[in-house]
């Protein structure tokens, strides 16, 4: 049974980066083709796709945070950990973490979700 | 990026009616050697993540109701409830994977009753 849980901060100041974890079971990060991923949603708004990572290191990140943002992952603790930088009251959304396979990157498995608050 | 358009963005719809949304997408999804369209589509209810109802495009996900169906081709996509219950209540979004480097969504579709 697939699981997996987001825990970090759930209000950040402005400026401040965001530390993220996702801890999952019932699958391993070191075999092929398993990735876990970051999606984000504001308060009554659409999924935004933020980050991957797979089995084998390899890093995907949005464009438009590319900049922003770091995923790595620690297999020996089976957690994917997501920073995000400089964080801006329109970053404020609820983050999810997921569980993807190369080639076939449709979500079966989400965690409940975190929601992160930015403000002052 | 691949963009995803859903319409409309409100559907209401009474009870045992026929609910249609689409997902339009700004370049093929459908990868010619194995002839499969790279869409999935996702039901989320309030305080939920979403919950996956299809992927390549018309395959129903296991425990989905047969109400449902997708379909398409292409660029051009469908969801499809034939005879709307209360608990389909929620919002409909659509998901590319054909770019895995670059997943987008749709911006959804709420469902409502009348």
């Known amino acids: 049974q697939i699981t997996l849980k987001e825990s970090g901060p759930t209000l950040v100041k402005p400026t401040q980066t965001l530390t993220l974890t996702c801890s999952f079971s019932?699958?391993?990060?070191?075999?092929?083709?398993?990735?876990v991923g970051w999606i984000r949603q504001p308060p009554g708004k659409a999924l935004e796709w933020l980050a991957l990572?797979?089995?084998?290191?390899?890093?995907y990140y949005s464009p438009s945070l590319d900049s922003r943002l770091t995923i790595t992952k620690d297999t020996s603790k089976n957690q994917v950990v997501l920073t995000m930088t400089d964080m801006d009251p329109v970053d404020t959304a609820t983050y999810y973490c997921?569980?993807?396979?190369?080639?076939?990157?449709?979500?079966?498995?989400w965690g409940q979700g975190i929601l992160v608050t930015v403000s002052s | 990026d691949i963009v995803l358009t859903q319409s409309p963005d409100s559907l209401p719809v009474s009870l045992g009616e026929r609910a249609t949304i689409d997902c339009k997408s700004s370049?093929?999804?459908?990868?010619?050697?194995?002839?499969?369209?790279?869409l999935a589509w996702y039901q989320q209810k309030p305080g939920q993540p979403p919950k996956l109802l299809f992927y390549?495009?018309?395959t129903r996900e296991s425990g989905v109701p047969d109400r449902f169906s997708g379909s398409g081709s292409g660029a051009d996509f469908t969801l499809t409830i034939s005879s709307l219950q209360a608990e389909d209540v929620a919002v409909y979004y659509c998901?590319?994977?054909?770019?895995?480097?670059?997943?987008?969504f749709g911006g959804g579709t709420k469902v409502e009753i009348k």
């Open positions: 990572i797979y089995w084998d290191d390899d890093k």
């Open positions: 019932g699958f391993s990060l070191t075999t092929r083709p398993v990735g």
């Open positions: 390549w495009a018309s």
């Open positions: 998901q590319q994977y054909y770019d895995t480097r670059r997943i987008t």
């Open positions: 370049q093929s999804l459908l990868y010619s050697s194995n002839n499969k369209n790279y």
């Open positions: 997921t569980h993807q396979t190369f080639g076939s990157s449709w979500y079966r498995y």
